[in-house]
């Protein structure tokens, strides 16, 4: 089994910065690729930015002001949010891919973690 524990949303004005945590923790033999989604009302989740191994992406709505990294010394994802926006309101989910002690690969979703963008 492996648990998430997200950290790091509020509230802020447009043109602030937030930064998320997202810890792994388990049965983690490796973790394949860390990812950050977001979901706001009436909306679908939808993509924000993904880091593997050698490789980043990231939507075309944060590029320039999202940084995702992680910290694979401590199973650990990071998104630093700069100028925020109204719209980057929404509640941001971080996914684990995860190969477990067991040989098994599994998608894991950590808690949610509401961000609040006022103008």
């Known amino acids: 089994q492996v648990q998430l524990v997200e950290s790091g949303g509020g509230s802020v004005q447009a043109g602030g910065s937030l930064r998320l945590s997202c810890a792994a923790s388990g049965s983690i033999f490796s973790i394949n690729a860390m990812g950050w989604y977001r979901q706001a009302p009436g909306k679908q989740r939808e993509l924000v930015a993904v880091?593997?191994?050698?490789?980043?992406n990231y939507s075309d709505s944060v590029k320039g002001r999202f940084t995702i990294s992680r910290d694979n010394a401590k199973n650990t994802v990071y998104l630093q949010m700069n100028s925020l926006k109204p719209e980057d309101t929404a509640v941001y989910y971080c996914k684990v891919v995860v190969t477990t002690t067991k040989y098994h690969e599994y998608d894991y979703w950590g808690q949610g973690t509401q961000v609040t963008v006022s103008s």
């Open positions: 880091i593997g191994r050698g490789f980043t």
